[in-house]
Nanobody, 119 residues
Framework: QVQLVESGGGLVQAGNSLRLSCVAS????????MGWFRQAPGKERDFLAA????????YYADSVKGRFTISRDSAKNMVYLQMNSLKPEDTAIYYC????????????WGQGTQVTVSS
């Protein structure tokens, strides 16, 4: 099994930036994809970005393309989400996820980190 722990959330003013981090532990050799999701109050969890662990292919949701950047440090088993030009509507709990495949459902989830953007 893979365990994930996110960090880096907090309270920021609109227009500022935050970088979220996620460290994976456990059976990390099985990871093929890592991704970032978020869930705002009263809304469903939305996909933000994903990265293929080996080849580094990257995918973004249209809603964050150009503002958010996903990256990885394979040696440290870490994935990052750089978030720029934050808006109040980016306020949500942000989750890191991993899966043992290139498509399909994610197998492991972190506990989430709160991001609050004030206007």
């Amino acid at each position: 099994q893979v365990q994930l722990v996110e960090s880096g959330g907090g309270l920021v003013q609109a227009g500022n930036s935050l970088r979220l981090s996620c460290v994976a532990s456990g059976r990390t050799v099985s990871i093929k994809t890592m991704g970032w999701f978020r869930q705002a109050p009263g809304k469903e969890r939305d996909f933000l970005a994903a990265i293929f662990w080996g080849a580094g292919n990257i995918y973004y949701a249209d809603s964050v393309k150009g503002r958010f950047t996903i990256s990885r440090d394979s040696a440290k088993n870490m994935v990052y989400l750089q978030m720029n030009s934050l808006k109040p509507e980016d306020t949500a709990i942000y989750y890191c996820a991993a899966r043992e495949a290139y498509i399909g459902e994610y197998d492991a989830w972190g506990q989430g980190t709160q991001v609050t953007v004030s206007s």
